[in-house]
């Protein structure tokens, strides 16, 4: 079973090693035959080969079983003409990986706003507001005066039907219910027709139960009762807003992770940007990017039907657990006196304790 490990841009490098240190001793520990391939991306591979996504990368991604992406710097990029490719966006959309799973929990030892909070944000990723993902031909933003900007959203039955769907097989293995995240008040159409075919998918799941927020309630309810939430699903934008905010109330952005998937293909991929503003002083948080590595194995065990690679995925998750129960492992994004590689030193033991 093949992984590709692309390391992005400014922190990814620092985060990146130790989790390919973790993920090299849970292979040896499980015995799961991982083989593990590195591939440059992002503005190092702007600088050598004239894109940042080289069609080589877009062609072992497609090979490999798995794929954990660090994070790219997308803000910098030259415009595409230029080699700037959107890596996020060109995987999420050439590969069709429609179901951003982002969870959000406390944990003993990690200053929080939220008392407690254990939810799991499934935001779709293919359409919505991403007027990148809008259109056939062209982008679905445009200006037709220099005084009038414009942009088109998306929201299709198919896309609707199988995020809630993946929302709602979610929900069955957690605490069973499921907040459907809307707008439809205001965007009666797009947001109308997401909202009933979410409703519709509810009907197949009377085990589960199901409510439906209007967006900015849920912006303030996450705020002010976290624990009431288990699985939320939402369309593109408001999911990532919304999973920014869940991270942050688990004690920081540091601590997102997050995957990327559909039934056959998944991208590991911490929900953080690449912090450049802290980029190459060794105090990133690998937090982030060490849970979606462990989910990405979590996806591949399920895939498979393996034992080894599900009792890795959560020796994994223990072991990232167990290192921020300690603060003085705490990078100084939670306050902290640690570094990346003291982090990832610590999380190693665990695995090998
Ligand atoms: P993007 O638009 O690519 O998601 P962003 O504008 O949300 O990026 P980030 O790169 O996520 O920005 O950074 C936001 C803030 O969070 C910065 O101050 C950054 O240093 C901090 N941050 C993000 N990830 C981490 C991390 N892994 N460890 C420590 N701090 C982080």
Redesign the pocket.
């Known amino acids: 079973m093949k992984l590709l490990l692309l390391a992005g841009d400014d922190?990814g490098p620092e985060?990146m090693a130790p989790t390919k240190r973790a993920l090299i001793r849970l292979n040896e520990k499980f015995d799961l035959g991982l083989d593990f391939e590195e591939r440059s991306i992002g503005m190092e591979a702007l600088q050598a080969e004239g894109t940042t996504l080289p069609d080589a990368v877009m062609e072992s991604a497609r090979a490999a079983d798995g794929v954990v992406l660090g994070?790219v710097g997308?803000?910098k990029y030259p415009p595409k003409e230029q080699g700037g490719i959107n890596i996020s966006a060109a995987f999420r959309i050439s590969m069709d990986l429609y179901a951003n799973i982002r969870p959000s929990k406390t944990r003993p030892g990690v200053p929080s706003m939220a008392k407690q909070m254990d939810l799991v944000i499934v935001r779709e990723n293919t359409e919505g507001f991403y007027a990148d993902r809008t259109m056939f031909a062209g982008t679905g933003e445009f200006m037709p005066t220099e005084d009038l900007a414009m942009s088109m959203r998306k929201i299709t039955r198919e896309g609707s039907r199988r995020i809630a769907v993946a929302a709602f097989e979610l929900a069955r293995t957690r605490r069973k219910k499921v907040t459907i995240v809307h707008k439809a008040n205001v965007l009666k159409i797009t947001d109308g027709l997401f909202l009933s075919v979410a409703r519709q998918v509810a009907a197949d799941y009377p085990d589960v139960e199901v409510e439906d927020v209007i967006v900015d309630a849920m912006a303030a309810l996450l705020i002010r009762k976290p624990e009431a939430f288990d699985v939320i699903v939402a369309t593109n934008m408001f999911g990532d807003i919304l999973s920014?905010e869940a991270a942050e109330l688990s004690g920081?952005?540091?601590l997102g992770g997050s995957i990327n998937a559909s039934a056959e293909r998944a991208i590991a991929q911490?929900a953080?940007?690449?912090?450049?503003?802290?980029a190459g002083q060794g105090i990133?948080?690998?937090a982030?990017l060490m849970s979606s590595a462990a989910m990405l194995l979590a996806w591949l065990a399920q895939k498979n039907g393996s034992n080894a690679l599900a009792q890795a995925s959560e020796l994994f998750i223990r072991s990232v657990d167990h290192a921020l129960a300690d603060p003085v492992n705490h990078?100084p994004?939670l306050g902290g006196p640690g570094s990346t590689a003291a982090f990832g030193d610590a999380v190693v033991a665990q695995i090998e304790s």
């Open positions: 922190i985060i994070p997308t803000f920014d920081g952005l540091g911490a953080h940007g690449s912090a450049p503003d802290i990133a948080n690998p982030a990078t994004d």
